[in-house]
């Protein structure tokens, strides 16, 4: 059973860097087949695809956010990563990461809430 | 690259069926045959419903279908039971390995 868990600070200053990093459990995030990626929620709102990555190292990012997101993984640890730079205000949601199968974001993980304040 | 265009709400009773549309444009909806759902209950991550437009995952009740016409995607729930009360989200490719979700629409089982 394939199981994805977010992890990272919950509080994040402004024009800092938000990381956060998604666990697996139950698969290789480098046995290919498969994207790996983050979506985000703000608050009371819909959903936004941020990026995904494919194999460990190719990878794609929404283009409102192309010039702040870093999205990269940790093989040995099988883990994902979400860097976000100068971030603000706006950057505060519910931070998801999900794998993507049969073109779908079809198993998430439970999500974090980051909060950009001072 | 703009979200998909969803009703903010759509309400039913048990029993009745009712339909969500979600359209988008000949660049991401009305391309590809890539639409999906998603049902999201509050407090929780999503949970996919319905992928490649129309195919169910297992374990998801044969109450949820999806289609699509030209540039608008639709979400079927029929024999609505007060547990479909939720958020619901779709979500399309939209080219060039980019992905685009709708506003999402909150339904209401009176």
């Known amino acids: 059973q394939v199981q994805l868990q977010e992890s990272g600070p919950g509080l994040v200053k402004p024009s800092q860097t938000l990381s956060l990093t998604c666990t697996v459990s139950g698969a290789s995030i480098s046995s290919g087949g498969y994207y790996w990626s983050w979506i985000r929620q703000h608050p009371g709102k819909g959903l936004e695809w941020c990026g995904y990555m494919y194999n460990s190292g190719s990878t794609y990012y929404n283009p409102s956010l192309k010039s702040r997101i870093n999205i990269s993984a940790d093989t040995p640890k099988n883990q994902f990563s979400l860097k976000l730079s100068s971030v603000t205000a706006a950057d505060t949601a519910v931070y998801y990461c999900?794998?993507?199968?049969?073109?779908?974001?079809?198993?998430w993980g439970q999500g974090t809430m980051v909060t950009v304040s001072s | 690259q703009s979200a998909l265009t969803q009703p903010a709400s759509v309400s039913g009773s048990p029993g009745q069926s009712i339909t969500i549309s979600c359209t988008g444009t000949s660049s991401d909806v009305g391309s590809y045959n890539v639409v999906s759902w998603y049902q999201q209950h509050p407090g929780k991550a999503p949970k996919v419903i319905i992928y490649?437009?129309?195919k169910r995952p297992s374990g998801v009740s044969n109450r949820f279908s999806g289609s699509k016409s030209g540039n608008t995607a639709s979400l079927t729930i029929s024999g609505l039971q007060a547990e479909d009360e939720a958020d619901y989200y779709c979500?399309?490719?939209?080219?060039?390995?980019?992905?685009?979700f709708g506003g999402g629409t909150k339904l209401t089982v009176l």
């Open positions: 999900a794998r993507v199968s049969y073109d779908a974001f079809y198993i």
């Open positions: 490649e437009g129309s």
């Open positions: 979500c399309s490719y939209a080219g060039s390995s980019t992905w685009v």
